[in-house]
């Protein structure tokens, strides 16, 4: 059973960090591609990040240069870390199993609320 948890959200000042980490079951990171996915309050879910199982990562215009998405293949865990946050960036962030050419969600975690005040 697919399971996907997220951690580490939480309330930062405009130009703080956070690290949020998505611990899987039931599958192994290291040979799926994974994603994270974010949701402002009255907005469209939007794609943020995608990882492929050999490495390549690729993100929104929005956050290129400021966060970094990885994975630990022993741990089983998806990271995001987050620089230089704006109050944009806050919204409910999802990590997701993706299907790998569309980057479609096909299992999603409950998600962690970020939330930056400027």
Do not use: H
Request: charged share 20%; aromatic share 10%; glycine share 12%.
């Amino acid at each position: 059973q697919v399971q996907l948890v997220e951690s580490g959200g939480g309330s930062v000042q405009a130009g703080g960090s956070l690290r949020l980490s998505c611990a899987a079951s039931g599958f192994t990171v290291s040979s799926t591609c994974m994603g994270w996915f974010r949701q402002g309050e009255g907005k469209q879910r939007e794609w943020v990040s995608s990882i492929l199982p050999s490495g390549p990562t690729s993100y929104t215009d929005s956050v290129k240069g400021r966060f970094t998405i990885s994975k630990d293949n022993a741990k089983n865990t998806l990271y995001l870390q987050m620089n230089s946050l704006k109050p944009e960036d806050t919204a409910y962030y999802y990590c997701a199993l993706i299907v790998c050419r569309t980057k479609e969600a096909k299992y999603r975690g409950q998600g962690t609320q970020v939330t930056v005040s400027s």
